[in-house]
């Protein structure tokens, strides 16, 4: 079971702003199983990414994902004010794991 | 519209059960493998079970393993968690999902319900 680890644990970033967000796995996982989920406050997780680079069903373009072997990205390419929030990853071959979770706040 | 409605939450002592349900709408339920997934006050998000669509195959987070049965009706659209020997580091918002496409795992979680709040304490 790969453990995943998201680096910065907190982003602050202004509106208009580009945010990269890292996750690294701790083994060699398949890029055909990586996702990105996003949870505002108080909501339950949207998925935005599958397969490392494939938005799900109604998420904007401004979202993306990039990645392979261990290192894996979110990319927002410039930042809504709906797109503050926290952000996670999830490796789901085989038993699903997140990672820590990377919030991205309003500088 | 696909919906998952969880429910069953409260306060429980420790060492006491807990049944947690979560009710679908809007899909076959007996189409998908369906996961449940906890997050802790202000923690992160954690995987706690899965079963298949048939109900053939089930599996646990090591954390929850001989205590939590994960079970399912495919009949009355209902899935349910089975929480047995409740501990404190069981307190979590509790959320069904519901994969893609699967009808097992290796799939991402493309709806969630909003969550059933489950408090062990004394």
């Known amino acids: 079971e790969s453990v995943l680890t998201q680096s910065p644990g907190t982003l602050s970033l202004s509106p208009g702003e580009r945010a990269t967000v890292s996750c690294r796995a701790s083994?060699?996982?398949?890029?055909?199983?990586l996702a990105w989920y996003q949870q505002r406050p108080g909501q339950a997780p949207r998925l935005l990414i599958y397969?490392?680079?494939n938005r799900a069903t109604g998420i904007p373009d401004r979202f993306s994902g990039s990645g392979s072997g261990t290192d894996f990205t979110l990319t927002i390419s410039r930042l809504e004010p709906e797109d503050f929030a926290v952000y996670y990853c999830q490796h789901y071959g085989g038993s699903p794991t997140f990672g820590q979770g990377t919030k991205v706040e309003i500088k | 519209q696909v919906l998952l409605v969880e429910s069953g939450g409260g306060v429980v002592q420790p060492g006491r059960s807990q049944r947690l349900s979560c009710a679908a709408s809007g899909f076959t339920l007996s189409d998908y493998g369906m996961h449940w997934v906890r997050q802790a006050p202000g923690k992160g998000l954690e995987w706690v079970a899965v079963?298949?669509?048939?109900?053939?195959?089930?599996y646990y987070a090591d954390s929850v393993k001989g205590r939590f049965t994960i079970s399912r009706d495919n009949s009355k659209n209902t899935l349910y968690l089975q929480m047995n020997s409740l501990r404190a580091e069981d307190t979590a918002l509790y959320y069904c999902a519901r994969p893609q496409y699967s009808s097992g795992w290796n799939d991402a979680f493309d709806t969630w319900g909003q969550g059933t709040m489950v408090i062990v304490s004394s």
């Open positions: 083994q060699s996982v398949s890029s055909s199983y």
């Open positions: 079963i298949w669509y048939d109900g053939t195959n089930k």
């Open positions: 397969g490392t680079s």
